[in-house]
């Protein structure tokens, strides 16, 4: 059903064009590990399994020579999340519009595109999230969303933009139904734009208001954040009007947004009883799904390991206890 891969250290051959890990139709854990110039690190696709997950935790992609990819993730069921990971000195990642970023520090992106949520079916529920990371030094943009439409949701909350062309660039045909809250964000020193629509399909001269606040657009000069925004106000075929009268004054870099995330990427809680117990445990989940368990004594060894599928499992440990 998936591999997991702990305190593992991938090297990849530069351009060589082979792909680090490839996935099809298969869930993906890797935690504590380490990627060093990697083609493309993690490479996904086709996902036809609304249960196909990828998890990165805790983990570093670098490349000594700038170039390579983190991660090229396309599929419209596929879901991508990394939490406390960083990336240094690499190209740009293709991430799913099922995304969730966090608490990452992605930094010097040598080639043109920076991070790019791609939904291609746009009847498929995406849902992007990307809170308390650290963006700095990118070639071209930080942020760059195709096709994202009715049944997309996009938060951007709490991060720290900084040395880019544009911070975040929305593309394609968004209509009124397309949902992102861009709140909390520190949007420092861009070379064009913080903020940039482009390729909008409604009539020209018709637009839809949005709201931007509570942000730090590096000034608290009105004119000077208006100067940073491409909207409706430069061109009357983007169909978007910022509102970002509500404005931060000083940088703000205490991240207080809830990291759980969206829905299908929360950690399930589970009890174990008896709790101390000799003999026979049982584990209940919120829900069955596929799961596996390690059980370690005090000193660190591996007593026990399988697999649980149930939403209630027993679990015998008296063989352990002789």
Excluded at 58 to 81: A, H, I, Q
Excluded at 82 to 105: H, Q
Aim: glycine letters at 8%; hydrophobic letters at 35%; proline letters at 1%.
């Amino acid at each position: 059903s998936g591999s997991q891969f702990n305190y593992t250290w991938f090297k990849g051959d530069g351009l060589g064009g082979v792909n680090t890990i490839k996935l099809n139709d298969v869930s993906l854990f890797v935690t504590n590990s380490r990627f060093t110039n990697c083609y493309y690190a993690i490479y996904a696709y086709g996902s036809s399994y609304d249960t196909t997950k990828i998890k990165v935790t805790k983990t570093r992609f670098e490349s000594d020579n700038g170039y390579g990819s983190p991660t090229s993730v396309s599929g419209n069921l596929l879901f991508l999340e990394m939490d406390e990971c960083s990336v240094y000195n690499m190209c740009g990642m293709y991430v799913p519009a099922n995304f969730k970023l966090t608490r990452s520090d992605i930094n010097k992106l040598t080639c043109n595109g920076g991070i790019r949520v791609m939904n291609g079916n746009r009847t498929a529920k995406g849902n992007t999230h990307i809170a308390c990371n650290s963006f700095g030094n990118f070639k071209t943009n930080v942020l760059e969303a195709f096709y994202l439409d009715t049944n997309t949701t996009v938060n951007i909350l709490n991060n720290t933009f900084d040395s880019a062309d544009v911070f975040i660039n929305f593309y394609a045909s968004i209509n009124n139904n397309y949902k992102y809250h861009v709140s909390g964000n520190n949007f420092l020193t861009a070379r064009l734009y913080d903020v940039k629509f482009t390729g909008s399909s409604q009539t020209a001269g018709q637009f839809v208001r949005h709201n931007m606040n509570n942000n730090y657009w590096g000034s608290t000069d009105s004119a000077t954040i208006a100067a940073g925004i491409y909207d409706f106000n430069d061109d009357i075929t983007a169909a978007y009007k910022v509102d970002f009268s509500n404005y931060l004054s000083s940088a703000d870099t205490n991240c207080s947004v809830n990291t759980t995330g969206l829905t299908f990427q929360q950690h399930q809680s589970f009890s174990v009883f008896p709790n101390p117990g000799k003999g026979q445990l049982t584990l209940n989940f919120n829900e069955a799904d596929s799961r596996l368990f390690f059980l370690y004594d005090l000193q660190g060894r591996q007593l026990l390991q399988g697999a649980i599928t149930e939403a209630q499992f027993k679990l015998d440990v008296s063989q352990c206890l002789s």
